[in-house]
């Protein structure tokens, strides 16, 4: 597989702070690539390196097989982002930003094709309205107009999904799985929603305090299909010493909020339920929990080793 | 460079905010020649009160003194205006948040920053041609052509009729030098602020600040004058002195002090390029975080 992003050792020190500390890893063609960490992790940094924002303290930045401090022109034709937030000139239309970003970008658009790009996410009806009359959903759908108007191999999503509604950030997942499954982007997405990353990424970077903590497959980083739950009855003592007594004994994680937590797979969670009634359990709630949310919360927390997980 | 020149055109003359430079001078010179129209035989005759007995000929009030008159008035604050957009360039985009992705398009850093100094000098051409045909031309159309009578501090200057317009020509060009060199100051300024105000601000107190100290009259000041650009903004106003010859006559199509004139263009020029490279330099090593 080509690889399209290679970053090695990368840094940026701001006096005595580290938002990024030799920071390497690589996207492939193809990857719907999920770029995870808390607030203040080092993700935008990372991204607005890559886009040539902040120069590095140090380390190399590959992208297309090209160095980019050596080729900044020709990776940046190839490259269609959003960076934080989708801000664009307010005072313009929809149709006459697209159409500035578009030639900016070195792609001469007809009128025809600008409509079709925003027809694609849904703007055709608002295309000459004015941007400072639209809401933050379809400026974000505006946002990534802009950022496919040219046509780029590498596409980058920093925090695509902030400050969208329920129906908004499906659209987003949907439109990534477009774009990655019907159009073969790659697809670069950080993103604090993750069970949506779940959903769309094929590989996973969690990062903490500009360090890379973990990178891989979601198959190789945990098995969607073990579930965690959370169980809570009315009484948890005799519930745990019942539990651990048990053939279900394996399948205990460590307690949080006084309920109990198991792993166990997707399809037998009927039959663990069924299994609680019969030994006179009687449960307040049973309540599954995203894996991808709480391998991440082991991960940043330092609950688990690693090392094992890295590349 | 002549895309993105087009571009920051394009998004220049579509903002609203850049039309108030335009309603202002309109409104401010219509104004001023209505009331120049309505008493302006008095203030004519309040000028000559200082001459004593000075027997005047022909129209005083014309066009070309009405237009000085304007000028006058206006290169204090049209530089002003000026800086309402030349500040807003760089830091107006960052507080719009379009400065992250302008600088993540395939152009380099220094073309952008040009391209965007470049429209800056265009609109202030525009502007000051805009001055030019109401402060000038409607003048001429609504009180007429004559010799041009001005009183200078210590003697008067009488400029004949056909010998006024290259004159105004040439002030207007180094009017155009004096307010590039406001802007280059309001755009270095807009390079360091993630909002307009601030340069704004800044740029306004500077002009006022370096014209407060060029009118202070006290020694420590008189030696950093001729180093600050509102010293050599006025020099306009040299294009309307004439030479005389031995028997002191004004000798016709001639420039009194010349050398003045050039050295305050040379002057203006260094705080152009100086400001504008240091403004690139700034830009290319800045990181971008809004």
């Known amino acids: 597989m080509q690889s399209i992003v290679e970053v090695k050792n990368l840094s940026k020190h701001y006096k005595n702070i580290s938002a990024v500390d030799k920071l390497s890893f690589t996207v492939y063609e193809g990857d719907v690539y999920g770029f995870l960490g808390q607030n203040g992790a080092g993700k935008s940094t990372t991204i607005r390196m890559l886009l040539t924002l902040i120069q590095p303290t140090e380390g190399s930045i590959n992208l297309f097989g090209l160095k980019l401090n050596a080729y900044r022109k020709e990776i940046l034709q190839s490259i269609g982002a959003i960076i934080e937030k989708p801000d664009v000139y307010k005072y313009l239309s929809a149709y006459n930003n697209l159409k500035l970003f578009a030639r900016m970008s070195g792609a001469h658009r007809t009128e025809k094709e600008l409509l079709q790009q925003l027809d694609m996410v849904g703007l055709k009806e608002r295309a000459h309205d004015k941007v400072h009359t639209f809401s933050q959903g379809m400026k974000q759908r505006l946002g990534i107009a802009i950022a496919l108007i040219h046509n780029p191999r590498l596409i ?5 999904t902030n400050g969208l509604d329920p129906q908004g950030i499906a659209d987003i997942r949907n439109l990534i799985l477009h774009l990655s499954r019907e159009m073969k982007k790659t697809l670069l997405v950080s993103s604090h929603l993750l069970n ?10 969690i990062i903490d305090k500009g360090k890379k903590l973990v990178e891989g497959t979601t198959a190789e980083l945990f098995d969607p299909s073990q579930i965690l739950i959370e169980l809570e009855t009315l009484n948890n003592a005799e519930a745990f010493k019942l539990i651990t007594n048990s053939n279900w004994q394996s399948a ?24 609680l009634v019969q030994h006179n359990i009687k449960i307040l709630s049973l309540q599954s929990r995203h894996s991808l949310e709480d391998y991440f919360l082991q991960v940043t927390s330092g609950e688990q080793h690693v090392a094992a997980f890295a590349n | ?70 000028l006058q008035l206006l290169l204090v604050h049209v530089p002003l205006l000026v800086t309402l957009i030349a500040a807003d360039m760089i830091s107006g985009e960052a507080n719009l948040g379009t400065l992250r992705l302008l600088l993540s398009k395939p152009y380099s850093r220094t073309s952008i920053i040009l391209a965007k100094f470049f429209a800056t000098c265009i609109y202030t051409l525009l502007l000051l041609i805009w001055v030019a045909i109401l402060a000038l031309f409607v003048s001429i159309f609504v009180f007429g052509t004559g010799d041009l009578f001005l009183m200078k501090t210590e003697y008067i200057v009488l400029i004949k009729q056909n010998d006024v317009f290259w004159r105004y020509c040439c002030a207007f060009g180094f009017a155009f030098v004096a307010l590039i060199t406001v802007a280059s100051v309001g755009f270095f300024l807009s390079a360091f602020a993630e909002n307009s105000i601030g340069p704004i601000v800044a740029t306004m107190s500077i002009i006022i600040l370096f014209t407060v100290l060029g009118t202070l009259n006290l020694p420590v000041f008189q030696t ?21 010859n031995v028997n002191n006559e004004a000798i016709a199509g001639s420039i009194q002090d010349m050398p003045q004139i050039i050295h305050s263009l040379i002057i203006l020029s260094i705080y152009i390029i100086g400001l504008i490279t240091a403004t690139v330099w700034v830009m290319r090593k800045k990181d971008i975080l809004s």
């Open chain 2, 224 to 244: 950093i004058n001729p180093y600050l650009f509102t010293t050599h903004m006025v020099i306009w106003k040299e294009f309307f002195d004439e030479k005389v």
């Open chain 2, 1 to 70: 460079m002549w895309q993105l020149l087009q571009i920051e055109l394009y998004k220049i003359f579509r903002r609203p905010r850049t039309y108030i430079a335009f309603g202002a001078t309109a409104a401010l010179i219509t104004l001023m020649q209505f009331g120049l129209k309505v008493d302006g035989q008095e203030y004519a005759d309040f000028m000559l009160q200082s001459l004593g007995s000075f027997d005047v000929q022909g129209k005083l009030l014309n066009g070309y003194m009405v237009c000085y008159i304007l």
């Open chain 1, 252 to 275: 205990l994680q460590p307690k949080r909020n006084n309920s109990l937590v198991l792993k166990i797979h997707r399809n037998i969670i009927p039959d663990f339920h069924v299994w």
């Open chain 1, 156 to 160: 980058i999503l920093d925090e695509p």
């Open chain 1, 196 to 205: 949506e990353m779940e959903q769309v990424a094929t590989r996973l970077l």
